[in-house]
């Protein structure tokens, strides 16, 4: 192989031979094969999003070895802000080499590599390796449990466990129409809350819920009301279909209530069908100006009433920002935080970023101790950028309008 040819094929199939849990080490030897590099090692962000991780390719002695690293003002940071690759002296002659390693906008980590030399050629080289690894670590992750003790600095309760198998593998998502990020900061006693999305072709699901209660109760009832939603969902079902489905779950297994927002976006035309059973309301940031978004309100998931869920209608314009949350962004301690200035400060930011400035922002108001979950969902809209979307979006089926005039009015 010569230098700065980089050979995919023989580079995935190095990392498909290897046992799961060594993509570090691959690639490791793959850059010391071309390039000579020294000191190659995988860092990812904790739970929290506050520490990062290193994974560094086994040593002599065949063990992995994990240090935490603070995160906040280190290259680190800026590297994963940013998204571009920093090169600088290492103080021994050689140069220190960090460059993202992020999938579909996911940011999974940071590649850093120490080489004698480099041109832009083989600085091109690295960043090929780090995307190839990022498609690496996305398969292995399901065979290994290595990525996701890396990522845990403090002991995980039982709650906690369960609540996080239930999101989604990754909190960030890129697509031509929208970009969308998530976060949850966990409450020293788990609050049950959840968000997941999913992309069909025509069509992105998301949704955000609230199982009340603590601690494994709530981790419970969570995954039944995921559970619910989810076959739903994964059955063709739209929004009103899933909140039925989920609320009918909740009754026949007596569990408890839970509140939530679920959505289906038209990724053609930007058209979103609404249910908000119970749940906070939305804020959104439309042409620099951030309002909170008036919805009608439906009962929770699991309260015994004759009362049929129904569907409300939002039009997302190219630019909008929809924000969605849990009651745990806005009580007690969380209160101090002013959501909707700090939305304004941010509207320049990557998904990512604000879900991290919003999340710490609650952190640090409540010192570090949440009474309970703090979840927060960001949805960038772009629009159709392939076909722009002419001055009307169709007509829709009428179970599929809005039922609340003031609400159809204002959004």
């Not at 091109?124 to 990525?147: G, K, M, P």
């Not at 845990?152 to 239930?166: C, D, M, P, V």
């Not at 419970?220 to 929004?239: E, F």
């Not at 609650?362 to 949440?370: F, I, M, S, Y």
Request: proline content about 5%.
């Amino acid at each position: 192989m010569e230098r700065g040819d980089l050979e995919l094929g023989e580079l995935l199939a190095a990392a498909e031979a290897a046992p799961p849990g060594e993509s570090v080490d691959v690639v490791a030897r793959d850059l010391q094969k071309r390039f000579g590099a020294e000191r190659v090692s995988f860092l990812f962000a904790d739970l929290i999003g506050r520490r990062l991780v290193r994974l560094a390719a086994p040593g002599d002695d065949g063990t992995d070895h994990a240090e935490p690293i603070a995160l906040h003002g280190s290259v680190y940071d800026g590297v994963l802000r940013g998204q571009r690759q920093h090169v600088e002296p290492d103080g021994q002659d050689g140069l220190r080499v960090v460059t993202p390693v992020t999938n579909r906008g996911d940011c999974i980590g940071l590649l850093e590599v120490t080489l004698q030399s480099a041109d832009d050629t083989a600085l091109r080289q690295v960043r090929d390796a780090a995307h190839a690894l990022a498609y690496i670590i996305v398969t292995d992750r399901r065979f290994t449990d290595l990525y996701h003790l890396g990522r845990r600095t403090t002991e995980t309760s039982l709650a906690a466990e369960i609540q996080h198998q239930l999101l989604p593998s990754a909190p960030c998502c890129e697509a031509d129409q929208f970009t969308l990020a998530a976060g949850l900061v966990p409450a020293d006693d788990i609050g049950g809350d959840t968000y997941d999305y999913s992309l069909d072709r025509d069509t992105l699901h998301l949704s955000i819920t609230d199982a009340m209660g603590h601690d494994t109760d709530s981790a419970l009832l969570a995954t039944l009301l995921i559970g619910a939603l989810r076959r739903a969902r994964r059955g063709g079902c739209d929004a009103v279909k899933q909140a039925e489905q989920a609320h009918q779950a909740l009754l026949r297994h007596n569990c408890g209530l839970a509140t939530g927002q679920l959505l289906c976006v038209d990724l053609d035309t930007g058209v979103c069908e609404l249910v908000n059973a119970g749940h906070p309301w939305p804020l959104r940031l439309r042409d620099g100006a951030v309002e909170e978004i008036p919805l009608a309100v439906n009962l929770p998931f699991g309260v015994a009433a004759p009362i049929p869920y129904r569907a409300q209608e939002l039009r997302l314009r190219p630019k909008d920002r929809l924000i969605l949350l849990t009651d745990g962004m806005q009580d007690r301690g969380a209160s101090a935080v002013d959501l909707v200035a700090l939305v304004h400060e941010t509207r320049a930011l990557h998904p990512r970023e604000v879900v991290r400035r919003l999340t710490g922002a609650v952190l640090d108001a409540c010192r570090g101790n949440l009474t309970d979950d703090a979840t927060v969902l960001v949805l960038d809209w772009h629009g159709n950028r392939r076909r722009p979307s002419p001055g009307t979006t169709g007509s829709r089926p009428a179970a599929r309008m809005a039922t609340d005039d003031r609400a159809t009015r204002q959004t």
